[in-house]
């Protein structure tokens, strides 16, 4: 989900309607709505949301910092992996 998410946001810098990309991201990538603000938080632990702003308890605007990578990077910062958030699942680390 985070990845179908961040591929649809890159390059659009500012994301001033959360809410309605909410609701693109249920209806044409299947992120269920509930799990919405999970997604946006692990984006924004792994660098690739910035600046998220909520209003009550909803939230409701971020920047996006979503890398382009060539073939064969990595795209998971080695600090993730290092903290054991992905540990045991071969992803290997950035250095």
Known sequence: MAGS???LIRDHELIDDAQALRAVA???LDVNQFAF????EALAEVGFIEGVQRS???IQR????VPHYDE???AI???TVSRGRLSGRGWPAVQ
């Open 5 to 7: 998410l961040a591929a």
């Open 26 to 28: 249920a209806e044409q």
């Open 37 to 40: 603000d999970q997604v946006i």
């Open 56 to 58: 009550g308890g909803k």
């Open 62 to 65: 971020f920047t996006e910092n």
């Open 72 to 74: 064969g990077e990595c």
């Open 77 to 79: 910062p080695a600090s």
